[in-house]
């Protein structure tokens, strides 16, 4: 008899066995050499949790909100491009997944069902990731998400350039479907390249958006908008400045750049920056309850998952995105008591320990 997985990484091992080589290989590369998206792992192995006994954790409370919206615990989907490669339910099926583990759902520009599609399955709340290709695009894809019921705009920041990932150029990678959101017709392909989802590599034909443009942006909707990829107190600064209602701190799970540090690392700067202006969340490298907590120790008020969808999506459909979710859920919840604390909106200081140089030393959150 076969067990269900009892962590993640038994859903990524067995995503790895049911999908093709280049599929797979494409969801779990990262850039040039993978440091980041190693990094991303050894930095949060890196921290290690103060906890504290001899007190009343019978009770455990888990909600919280993003944005003002309830979700029922502090992990999130991350927007990432075109989940066909996993399922033939794709983006429809682990929306299914997030809303029956009742968290909130970033959709991708580069998904392959429309929004529209995804809206229509979905039973949790919803925020659209936009890619700048263009201000006639832009304006297109954020007016339909405000129709269509999406809670926020997430802008990605962190993809100037197109970023071809070597085990996809080594394997010829070119993802077979078209992007839902651009009809059925593969003429958007060129427009996306770049992005995560480019099926070939040529430059972006659009330059990206600046600072001075998100006042553009902010007035083609009444959505709060969120910065995907900030990793600087510099850009958070200049973030908070322009009034955005997020910040999700985030390496791009190490897929677009590579060298820098981790998303975990990076946090505190963003934090001390953002304090009672902006949201702040985190992903890349979530694999753990304990991650989590770590995470929200240090100043997140959630985070976000991204390979892992496509792990539980492989092997499951939406009930494996629901059941990784709820693997994450449930080593939360357990690490949560047996560091003594009852509520994630509520963490005391001095859960964690960080290794020395990290934050010149100061206390979390
Ligand atoms: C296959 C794949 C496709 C992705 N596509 C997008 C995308 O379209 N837009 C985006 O903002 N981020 C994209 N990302 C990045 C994720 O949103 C997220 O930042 C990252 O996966 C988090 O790291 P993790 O995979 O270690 O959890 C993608 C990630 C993966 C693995």
Redesign the pocket.
């Known amino acids: 008899m076969r067990l269900d997985p009892v962590n993640l990484y038994d859903y990524e091992a067995r995503a790895q066995q049911v999908l093709p080589h280049a599929n797979w290989d494409?969801?779990?590369g990262g850039s040039k050499d993978e440091i980041t998206?190693q990094r991303?792992r050894s930095a949060f192995d890196a921290i290690s949790l103060r906890p504290r006994f001899l007190r009343d954790v019978s009770e455990r409370k888990l909600e919280t909100t993003v944005l003002g919206t309830p979700i029922s615990f502090p992990v999130m989907i991350?927007?990432?491009?075109?989940h066909k490669i996993a399922h033939p339910d794709g983006e429809c099926g682990t929306v299914r997944g997030a809303g029956m583990s009742k968290t909130l759902m970033?959709l991708?520009?580069?998904s392959h069902y429309s929004m529209e599609e995804v809206a229509k399955a979905a039973s949790g709340p919803l925020w659209f990731?936009l890619?700048h290709r263009g201000y006639e695009a832009t304006q297109m894809l954020v007016q339909r998400a405000e129709n269509a019921g999406y809670k926020a705009v997430?802008l990605?920041v962190d993809?100037p350039l197109p970023a071809p990932k070597e085990r996809d150029i080594r394997n010829r990678y070119e993802n077979p479907f078209p992007l839902g959101n651009f009809g059925a017709t593969t003429e958007a392909m060129p427009e996306m390249s770049g992005?995560?989802?480019a099926p070939n590599w040529q430059p972006a034909r659009v330059p990206a958006l600046l600072w001075k443009e998100l006042d553009w942006l902010r007035s083609l909707t009444s959505l709060p908008l969120v910065l995907?990829?900030v990793r600087t107190a510099e850009d958070a600064h200049v973030a908070v400045e322009c009034g955005v209602n997020g910040i999700?701190v985030?390496?791009?799970?190490?897929?677009q750049m590579d060298a820098t540090l981790s998303a975990i690392e990076s946090l505190p700067e963003i934090v001390d920056v953002c304090k009672g202006q902006a949201e702040v969340y985190l992903?890349?490298?979530?694999?753990r309850g304990s991650d989590v907590l770590k995470a929200l120790a240090m100043g997140a008020r959630a985070v976000?998952?991204?390979?892992?969808l496509?792990w539980g999506l492989a092997v499951d459909g939406a009930n494996g995105v629901h059941g990784m979710l709820e693997l994450l859920r449930a080593e939360l919840d357990q690490v949560l008591g047996y560091c003594g604390q009852t509520d994630v909106q509520n963490l005391e200081r001095g859960l964690i320990t960080v290794p020395s140089g990290w934050g010149n030393g100061k206390m979390y959150p």
């Open positions: 494409f969801i779990a998206t991303n991350c927007p990432t491009g075109g970033m991708s520009t580069s990731q890619y997430v990605t993809t992005t995560d989802e995907k990829g999700l985030s390496t791009h799970g190490g897929r992903d890349s490298g979530v694999r976000g998952v991204g390979r892992p496509y």
